[in-house]
């Protein structure tokens, strides 16, 4: 069928089943966004090109699906490149469709070009500029491909605008040919088994679980092994919700601002099964004095991974859509009753929750982890919740238990503040049937505030907590612990109204400052229809502890006085 490349690229999406992009139009993009006009595909404007990756980012974290996300040339394309790092940090799987000026102005330094291939080649999985509009089906067809398969990833498809005008004959193709990528990682059988055996072999074994499990959609097998075994467990911040937080056994976060009984579990086990996490430095503190005592069996499915922050003595590579499945049937032939004889040291990781809970002191002022608990209480049980980065997020891991996979959305490699508020709207367009909460800070509100302006235009109902301490607040903690309490650029004592700020731009709120408050009006402001934005002051000196200080091991951690 006979189109311009404009329209074959949108029967390209139709084709790979997208049903909403992320974009801001401009001079590059103009005969794109006509045949969106003319198809009536669906597309949210964003009010910053950040906001609409983000937005992709987080639809396609509370999906599953690819993220697609649509800019201009030049500016347009690099206001990107932070929500594009930050997917790639956190494998989240996207495409990015950029316009490039005409080919006759490539390299020219021309109006509103700049290099995006070269820009985004370190923090893209692959990424295309399309120079001939005959391309453009294979190269879309090979772009969701690859985003979606082995490690998910982020692609970048850069166009040539009149690459957009060409004509084309369309075909879409059925399949993909790439020398050097099939997608498909396999594994080695005799790796499972030996991990199999190692396990079996274990006195005081601990499972920790990573955002590997929820990206491959295997919470159910992990459910599935700690049930069989009765081994307790912990998870990174990626990982929450892969592991019911009520389930017995299940202590929580890990690393930095992990529990005391996830940190002394990792540092007291016998055989640390490691699934799906890259074992960042926020997890691990010191590597060097790392689960000290254990074997650690290592499931991931990038090689690159393996040996790369923490020596494993059993490697599993592979798609855990293959390796876990494998080792559960593996477990079940392991001889004798697990449960039975883990029941020990499952009740010694148990007891240690129990001597250091994770817990707050009531108090006259509002107590941030109380905010977050009593929102987890009224929200349901599977709520999506979506954080910004810094105390708040912390306080969310910790306090803001989730049940199912895929319902807490946060950014982890990158710590991008300013990624909640777009990121919950992209999870609430993609899973309109659950609710969705914001838990963000005075800090990261303002660096996407204009956000406000896409939710209340598209009618997105999501609630955002402020949680407003009137400081930067991470900084402000290391600040105040470890350089004298220099609070150099980091208050924020301004005359900002936040209330009034969402409200300019169509979203409603409150501004809560008691404890009576919280109790009488916290209810009716989530419960209500629509998006709102709650704005709760809380002390600017509440600290997130535990806390591991930089350097340290996890049973070094600083438990503080609550």
Not at 46 to 66: C, I, L
Not at 112 to 129: C, R, S
Not at 396 to 402: D, K, N, P, V
Not at 443 to 450: D, K, L, T
Request: glycine letters at 10%; proline letters at 5%.
């Amino acid at each position: 069928m006979l189109m311009n490349g404009a329209r074959a690229l949108l029967e390209c999406l139709r084709q790979e089943d997208v049903e909403v992009v992320f974009g801001y139009p401009g001079g590059a993009v103009l005969t794109l966004y006509d045949e969106i006009y003319k198809m009536g595909f669906r597309h949210i404007l964003t009010r910053h090109e950040q906001g609409a990756a983000h937005a992709a980012d987080g639809y396609a974290r509370a999906s599953g699906k690819v993220g697609v996300v649509f800019a201009t040339s030049g500016p347009g394309a690099t206001n990107l490149v932070t929500g594009i790092a930050t997917a790639h940090m956190d494998s989240v799987p996207m495409v990015c469709i950029t316009g490039q000026v005409a080919n006759p102005y490539i390299g020219k330094d021309s109006f509103q070009e700049a290099d995006i291939v070269g820009i985004t080649t370190p923090i893209t999985k692959h990424n295309y500029l399309v120079k001939e509009a005959a391309d453009l089906p294979r190269i879309v067809k090979e772009a969701f491909y690859i985003a979606r398969t082995g490690r998910p990833g982020v692609v970048v498809i850069d166009v040539a605008k009149d690459v957009f005008d060409a004509q084309i004959d369309y075909r879409y193709p059925s399949g993909v040919k790439l020398h050097g990528y099939t997608g498909d990682v396999s594994f080695d059988p005799a790796a499972v088994r030996e991990a199999a055996a190692a396990l079996a072999a274990a006195e005081q074994p601990l499972l920790f679980v990573g955002g590997g499990v929820v990206l491959s959609d295997m919470s159910a097998a992990v459910r599935e092994l700690l049930s069989l075994t009765g081994m307790p467990s912990v998870a990174t911040l990626m990982g929450l919700g892969a592991v019911d937080a009520d389930a017995e056994g299940f202590t929580g976060m890990a690393g930095m601002h992990g529990s005391y009984a996830s940190n002394m579990a990792i540092q007291e086990c016998d055989l640390l099964i490691a699934v799906g996490t890259r074992f960042s430095d926020r997890v691990t503190g010191n590597t060097a004095g790392f689960a000290p005592k254990a074997r650690i069996v290592h499931f991931d499915i990038d090689p690159a991974e393996i040996n790369k922050n923490v020596r494993a003595d059993i490697p599993v590579v592979g798609d855990l859509r293959g390796t876990l499945p494998a080792f559960v049937s593996a477990v079940r032939a392991v001889e004798g009753d697990l449960p039975v004889r883990f029941r020990p040291w499952l009740g010694e990781v148990l007891s240690m929750a129990r001597a250091h809970p994770l817990a707050w002191k009531e108090s006259a002022e509002i107590r941030p982890e109380a905010l977050v608990g009593k929102v987890r209480a009224l929200m349901d049980e599977d709520t999506i919740c979506v954080t910004d980065v810094g105390q708040h997020q912390m306080w969310a891991a910790q306090f803001f238990s989730c049940r199912e996979p895929r319902t807490f959305l946060t950014s982890g490699g990158l710590g991008t503040m300013g990624y909640g508020l777009p990121a919950a709207l992209g999870a609430k367009l993609a899973r309109p049937d659950k609710k969705v909460v914001l838990i963000t800070g005075d800090g990261s509100i303002m660096m996407n505030c204009q956000e406000f302006a896409t939710v209340a235009d598209n009618a997105v109902d999501i609630k955002v907590v402020v949680v407003h301490n009137s400081i930067l607040g991470m900084v402000g903690q290391w600040q105040r612990l470890f350089y004298n309490r220099h609070y150099s650029a980091s208050e924020l004592k301004g005359k900002t109204d936040y209330v009034k700020l969402a409200a300019a731009m169509g979203v409603a709120g409150a501004r809560i400052e008691t404890n009576e408050q919280l109790a009488a009006e916290l209810p009716q402001l989530l419960a209500a229809d629509g998006a709102r934005l709650i704005d709760v002051i809380v002390p600017e000196e509440a600290d997130v502890m535990p806390m591991v200080p930089g350097g340290k091991r996890l049973d070094q951690m600083v438990l503080g006085g609550r």
